[in-house]
């Protein structure tokens, strides 16, 4: 079976700080793509970046990045320079199964950003 | 581009009664997903669409939950009778054919209660 697990129920940070947040997973599969979404209040889902599981190199996305470790099934995200935008619930995902797979998520993390 | 609509945005009923949710994905997406999100809890995949067809409805519950999507677009999810668990956020989403690894285009969901 697949999962995914978060295990900091809610994170806070001061603003222009940087903070981490956890995600471990469990699959079989070797083709498999991970991702961290943020929901805010409006609820929709936004997807802040994506990796490959068979990219060494750990994805970046402006102030976002994440520390793949493949061998230890963690995919943790960096928010560095945090700002109050930031402030919302952050779900980790696993999409297995190719092209035709689907997307599973942990149970979140809610990040709030102090001024 | 336009991004995935969903309506209603709220929906209040008494348990045992139907309701209906509506989606229309991104043009051009072939697969449209339903997700279940129970409050604090991360998105529960209910089913994938890829154009007319079921790709998985493993976790939908069939006794009370059904969806069609017509023509390979719109899709409508239906519950009948709701029971109180039922109460939660349901997300649409949609990807192009092998968008599915390249992350999801979530819409901003539909808040059901059930009293």
């Known amino acids: 079976a697949q999962t995914v697990t978060q295990s900091q129920p809610e994170m806070s940070v001061q603003e222009a700080e940087t903070v981490t947040l956890s995600c471990t997973y469990d699959?079989?599969?070797?083709?498999?793509?991970l991702f961290w979404y943020k929901q805010p209040p409006s609820r929709q889902m936004i997807l802040v970046i994506r990796?490959?599981?068979?990219?060494?190199q750990n994805a970046t996305e402006n102030r976002f990045s994440v520390n793949f470790q493949k061998a230890a099934k963690s995919f943790s995200l960096k928010i560095s320079d945090s700002q109050l935008g930031d402030a919302a619930m952050y779900f980790c995902?696993?999409?297995?199964?190719?092209?035709?797979?689907?997307?599973?998520f942990g149970k979140g993390t809610k990040l709030s950003v102090k001024p | 581009e336009a991004g995935v609509a969903q309506s209603p945005r709220y929906k209040i009923i008494e348990k045992r009664q139907s309701v209906a949710f509506w989606c229309n994905p991104i043009?051009?997406?072939?697969?449209l997903y339903w997700y279940q999100q129970i409050l604090g809890q991360g998105p529960k995949l209910l089913i994938q669409?890829?154009?007319?067809?079921?790709?998985?409805d493993s976790q939908l519950p069939k006794d009370r939950f059904s969806a069609e999507r017509l023509k390979g677009v719109d899709s409508t999810l239906k519950i009948q009778p709701a029971k109180l668990e039922d109460s939660a956020v349901y997300l649409c989403?949609?990807?192009?054919?092998?968008?599915?690894?390249?992350?999801?285009?979530f819409g901003s969901g539909t808040r059901l209660t059930v009293v």
């Open positions: 989403a949609s990807s192009p054919i092998t968008g599915s690894l390249y992350g999801y285009t």
């Open positions: 699959t079989s599969e070797s083709d498999y793509y």
């Open positions: 990796q490959e599981a068979y990219k060494q």
């Open positions: 995902g696993l999409n297995y199964g190719g092209s035709q797979g689907n997307l599973i």
């Open positions: 669409f890829q154009n007319n067809g079921v790709v998985d």
């Open positions: 043009s051009g997406h072939a697969t």
